[in-house]
């Protein structure tokens, strides 16, 4: 089965850089790759998601790139803001499948 | 459009009861998933509904038991609990089963503290 392994569990930058989350998975079956991010207390929200058949992805500062070869897909977020910080998720997925293999996540922390 | 909602928000449940959770689905969703977030984790597959009938299950023993409802609503029931079972439980809806249409969207989860 899927498994989908999350780096780092913790990351730490500054307010207005660059934030990287990489995420790895082992079935090459899988097509669907989401991102959620989960405030506290609160449930995930999907933020953005990439498919198998595209290798970059875009929505205003957030950005997901997907490696199908080394099977590896990365989230990617410019000029962090204090409401950045949460837990963010990837996931990982065959798009027919009725269920997410998720990461372990990542605790963003936006220092000021 | 209203979103996932989930009741109650918290729960303390003594070990051997039963709890039964809550959820209605985003307007227009027909598909409710369940699962369950230890402190610190991912969330696990418990099972998926979709139009009444349990169309996928995860690791999760029987006592672990769901309905889902003419209008998609759907709850949870967890029989005998354990100590183990405290955790965040989620719903997700979404538009018709796996994730060609679209991703999920989740309730605020209820937290469940069995002692």
């Known amino acids: 089965g899927e498994n989908v392994e999350q780096h780092p569990s913790t990351l730490s930058v500054q307010e207005g850089d660059s934030a990287v989350i990489k995420c790895t998975y082992s079935d090459s079956a899988s097509n669907y790759f989401p991102w959620y991010k989960q405030e506290l207390g609160k449930g995930p929200q999907l933020i953005i998601d990439?498919?198998?058949n595209v290798g970059e992805k875009k929505d205003q500062r957030i950005a997901v790139t997907l490696n199908k070869t080394a099977k590896h897909f990365s989230l990617h977020i410019t000029e962090t803001q204090p409401e950045d910080s949460a837990v963010y998720f990837c996931?990982?997925?065959?798009?027919?499948?009725?269920?997410?293999?998720w990461g372990a996540g990542t605790k963003l922390i936006i220092k000021p | 459009e209203t979103g996932v909602t989930q009741s109650p928000t918290h729960l303390i449940k003594t070990r051997g009861q039963q709890v039964t959770l809550r959820c209605s689905s985003q307007s227009g969703h027909n598909t409710v998933s369940w699962y369950q977030q230890a402190l610190g984790q991912g969330p696990q597959f418990i099972f998926q509904?979709?139009?009444?009938?349990?169309?996928g299950r995860g690791n999760f023993p029987p006592r672990f038991s769901g309905l889902q409802f003419p209008n998609y609503s759907s709850e949870l029931n967890v029989n005998a609990l354990e100590l183990d079972d405290s955790a965040l439980y989620l719903c997700?809806?979404?538009?018709?089963?796996?994730?060609?249409?679209?991703?999920?969207?989740f309730g605020s989860g209820t937290r469940l503290t069995v002692v």
């Open positions: 509904y979709y139009r009444e009938e349990e169309n």
């Open positions: 997700a809806s979404s538009l018709e089963t796996g994730f060609i249409l679209g991703g999920y969207t």
């Open positions: 996931a990982a997925t065959e798009d027919s499948n009725y269920q997410l293999i």
């Open positions: 990439i498919r198998s």
